[in-house]
């Protein structure tokens, strides 16, 4: 890439730029983040704030070369070997730093020590690590992941795993033996006993797991509007791991709609809100390579009116680039977790994840993909392009539906609903939360489902203002009920009714 192009790029976890030569501190803190991350560039001559090509004097090149080569020799271990060039625009003169992943991490500042010499890149900044990150850069600079350690406080024959088991054989029509649990690195033997790997007991039930991972979750939530705050819906997904994912999908699938979009011949084309293939895939990931050992963190999966948010714990791999989609990108944190769910078909293909969901958001061109890192955690969001105008589009529905609405309420609707205080409460109990018939019945205080509560259910559904969330399976053991737009503003208009009573 031409410097022309990398300037007007933020500084981010892989570049950064320098008017001047950085204090010999701060160069070293730089220089060992890139080692102990994904690598990166540091440019010195370039004004980060308005980003503009400042330069270095010719004759001080050589000089600013050999301070830099100094600084890195004399403070940073392990070695760092950067390539250091010299770039000319305009007639100006650039000095570019590039470092390479480290291979033996964790690269420290010696004066400081391993302890408080040790960063990584957090975004465009410098970070110093905690003792879980410091103990995580070890294991990679010893080939050493999370889940291949081992937990000895149980034997493995101890440790509760039928959740796991049964899916296990469902999935591989195949008996978890005490052979395939070696053969998997799920169990190793120490001193002439067998021990159960961290990656067992993250895929168990056991107690232990939650003792030990208590933070292995996904929570789930649906928002009403487009920040974090009034619930429509939550769920905790506290099982094996290896169960996870299919309960998370089938939570965002219960809260993004499905249309018809239009007919190929006879045949109708449902069409998602989302690109439901590529939402599986990020969860999947988010599963199978967040970072286990940061305790405190769960998955989050946020489902906005605007966007649908999947964040994960840990950072992106190093040597994964979500700009690069078609790259056929793979690498692995959890080197004994990934091979087992490769096993149950939870990883489809090495290498296709990616892939996966670069061609399925080719067809919705109305959503954008953007990735981030808050701090120690990777973000995947998928964002309306066109809320703003769908917000308008609705509210235009509105304004239909409330003329409809005021018509009814002159008739049928105002002599049922209106004085009939069983279906407004109903109505507002879904409103608040997506729920089934026994929901409803526990938040009106009803010790079980009466005929007058299918009744009242079956009026609402038939006047729209309520519908399914599973609209092709009416008999569903997972049916609930939502509220529709036409089920809002009838609420609204009853309750403007009542202030100006």
Same mark, same amino acid.
């Given at each position: 890439?031409?410097?022309?192009?990398?300037?007007?790029?933020?500084?981010?976890?892989?570049?950064?730029?320098?008017?001047?030569?950085?204090?010999?501190?701060?160069?070293? &803190?730089?220089?060992?983040?890139?080692?102990?991350?994904?690598?990166?560039?540091?440019?010195?001559?370039?004004?980060?704030?308005?980003?503009?090509?400042?330069?270095?004097?010719?004759?001080?090149?050589?000089?600013?070369?050999?301070?830099?080569?100094?600084?890195?020799?004399?403070?940073?271990?392990?070695?760092?070997?950067?390539?250091?060039?010299?770039?000319?625009?305009?007639?100006?003169?650039?000095?570019?730093?590039?470092?390479?992943?480290?291979?033996?991490?964790?690269?420290?500042?010696?004066?400081?020590? &391993?302890?408080?010499?040790?960063?990584?890149?957090?975004?465009?900044?410098?970070?110093?690590?905690?003792?879980?990150?410091?103990?995580?850069?070890?294991?990679?600079?010893?080939?050493?992941?999370?889940?291949?350690?081992?937990?000895?406080? /149980?034997?493995?024959?101890?440790?509760?795993? /039928?959740?796991?088991?049964?899916?296990?054989?469902?999935?591989?029509?195949?008996?978890?033996?005490?052979?395939?649990?070696?053969?998997?690195?799920?169990?190793?033997?120490?001193?002439?006993?067998?021990?159960?790997?961290?990656?067992?007991?993250?895929?168990?039930?056991?107690?232990? /797991?939650?003792?030990?991972?208590?933070?292995?979750?996904?929570?789930?939530?649906?928002?009403?509007?487009?920040?974090?705050?009034?619930?429509?819906?939550?769920?905790?997904?506290?099982?094996?791991?290896?169960?996870?994912?299919?309960?998370?999908?089938?939570?965002?699938?219960?809260?993004?709609?499905?249309?018809?979009?239009?007919?190929?011949?006879?045949?109708?084309?449902?069409?998602?809100?989302?690109?439901?293939?590529?939402?599986?895939?990020?969860?999947?990931?988010?599963?199978?390579?967040?970072?286990?050992?940061?305790?405190?963190?769960?998955?989050?999966?946020?489902?906005?009116?605007?966007?649908?948010?999947?964040?994960?714990?840990?950072?992106?791999?190093?040597?994964?680039?979500?700009?690069?989609?078609?790259?056929?990108?793979?690498?692995?944190?959890?080197?004994?977790?990934? #091979?087992?769910? &490769?096993?149950?078909?939870?990883?489809?293909?090495?290498?296709?994840?990616?892939?996966?969901?670069?061609?399925?958001?080719?067809?919705?061109?109305?959503?954008?993909?953007?990735?981030?890192?808050?701090?120690?955690?990777?973000?995947?969001?998928?964002?309306?392009?066109?809320?703003?105008?769908?917000?308008?589009?609705?509210?235009?529905?509105?304004?239909?539906?409330?003329?409809?609405?005021?018509?009814?309420?002159?008739?049928?609707?105002?002599?049922?609903?209106?004085?009939?205080?069983?279906?407004?409460?109903?109505?507002?109990?879904?409103?608040?939360?997506?729920?089934?018939? /026994?929901?409803?019945?526990?938040?009106?205080?009803?010790?079980?489902?009466?005929?007058?509560?299918?009744?009242?259910?079956? &009026?609402?559904?038939?006047?729209?203002?309520?519908?399914?969330?599973?609209?092709?399976? #009416?008999?569903?053991?997972?049916?609930?009920?939502?509220?529709?737009?036409?089920?809002?503003?009838?609420?609204?208009?009853?309750?403007?009714?009542?202030?100006?009573?």
């Amino acid at each position: 890439m031409i410097i022309q192009d990398k300037i007007k790029l933020p500084e981010g976890r892989r570049l950064e730029f320098k008017e001047i030569l950085p204090t010999n501190s701060d160069l070293a &803190k730089t220089i060992v983040s890139f080692a102990n991350d994904a690598g990166g560039e540091l440019f010195v001559g370039v004004k980060n704030n308005p980003r503009i090509i400042i330069g270095i004097e010719e004759l001080q090149l050589d000089s600013v070369e050999n301070q830099i080569s100094n600084i890195i020799n004399d403070q940073c271990a392990p070695s760092i070997f950067p390539e250091i060039t010299f770039i000319k625009d305009n007639g100006k003169n650039i000095i570019r730093i590039y470092i390479h992943k480290g291979g033996k991490p964790p690269y420290f500042i010696k004066s400081k020590g &391993k302890e408080r010499g040790t960063f990584i890149r957090v975004g465009s900044s410098n970070r110093l690590v905690n003792n879980e990150i410091l103990k995580e850069l070890e294991r990679q600079g010893n080939n050493i992941s999370f889940d291949s350690e081992l937990y000895f406080k /149980k034997k493995h024959e101890d440790l509760i795993c /039928k959740d796991f088991d049964i899916f296990f054989k469902e999935k591989t029509n195949e008996d978890l033996t005490i052979e395939v649990l070696k053969k998997l690195d799920l169990v190793k033997e120490e001193q002439g006993q067998l021990f159960p790997t961290y990656a067992l007991v993250l895929l168990s039930e056991d107690l232990a /797991k939650k003792e030990l991972f208590p933070n292995s979750k996904i929570e789930c939530a649906r928002f009403k509007g487009t920040i974090p705050g009034n619930f429509i819906d939550q769920k905790t997904i506290d099982i094996s791991i290896a169960l996870q994912a299919e309960q998370a999908y089938q939570f965002v699938k219960r809260h993004i709609s499905k249309g018809t979009e239009d007919y190929d011949g006879v045949y109708r084309n449902d069409r998602w809100e989302y690109p439901i293939i590529a939402i599986r895939e990020v969860i999947r990931n988010a599963i199978i390579h967040r970072d286990y050992s940061l305790t405190g963190k769960d998955i989050k999966i946020a489902i906005f009116d605007d966007k649908l948010e999947i964040t994960s714990p840990g950072k992106l791999l190093p040597t994964v680039d979500f700009n690069e989609m078609d790259a056929g990108q793979s690498d692995v944190r959890n080197k004994v977790l990934a #091979p087992v769910f &490769k096993r149950l078909g939870i990883i489809e293909q090495w290498g296709n994840g990616l892939q996966l969901i670069a061609n399925d958001l080719q067809a919705y061109p109305e959503i954008e993909l953007a990735w981030k890192e808050p701090g120690v955690a990777f973000r995947v969001s998928f964002i309306k392009k066109n809320y703003k105008l769908q917000q308008e589009l609705e509210h235009e529905l509105e304004h239909e539906l409330e003329h409809e609405l005021e018509h009814e309420l002159r008739h049928e609707l105002r002599h049922e609903l209106e004085h009939e205080s069983m279906y407004t409460e109903v109505l507002k109990i879904i409103a608040t939360k997506t729920t089934a018939t /026994k929901g409803i019945a526990i938040a009106l205080g009803h010790k079980s489902i009466s005929g007058a509560l299918k009744k009242t259910i079956a &009026k609402l559904q038939e006047h729209r203002l309520i519908e399914w969330t599973i609209p092709d399976k #009416p008999k569903s053991s997972k049916q609930q009920y939502k509220i529709t737009n036409k089920g809002n503003v009838f609420l609204q208009i009853i309750k403007n009714k009542k202030l100006n009573e």
